[in-house]
């Protein structure tokens, strides 16, 4: 059992930036970060393999959002910039136990562990 813990969110202006964190309590092959807005269903926004750090991202965050983790920290990060009053939500951090072929796991049945979730509110 893995144990997810996020923490970093808060109210933003549009334009600005965040960093979310996730602390991890065991390995993991795939980590990954959702966000779900209110009425709306969970939709991905990011992974990165553990060991490897192959990254992959949704298109509505390419170029603005970063995702990275340390490996010695045992943590994962999602470095937001450039924030729009869309993606508010509450960001949830995901983690993988078995290992895949592909870090496009943008599905969140294909992950195993979740956090509690942490609320990213962009004001216009």
């Known amino acids: 059992q893995v144990q997810l813990v996020e923490s970093g969110g808060g109210l933003v202006q549009t334009g600005g930036s965040l960093r979310l964190s996730c602390a991890a309590s065991g390995a993991t092959f795939h980590v990954g970060w959702f966000r779900q807005a209110p009425g709306k269903e969970r939709e991905f926004v990011a992974a990165i393999h553990w060991s490897v750090g192959i990254t992959y991202y949704a298109d509505s965050v390419k170029g603005r959002f970063t995702i990275s983790r340390d490996n010695s920290k045992n943590t994962m990060y999602l470095q937001m910039n450039s924030l729009k009053p869309e993606d508010t939500a509450l960001y949830y951090c995901?983690?993988?136990?078995?290992?895949?072929?592909?870090?496009?796991?943008?599905?969140?049945?294909?992950?195993?562990?979740w956090g509690q979730g942490t609320q990213v509110t962009v004001s216009s």
């Open positions: 995901a983690a993988r136990k078995k290992p895949a072929v592909t870090t496009r796991l943008t599905r969140p049945d294909e992950y195993d562990y």
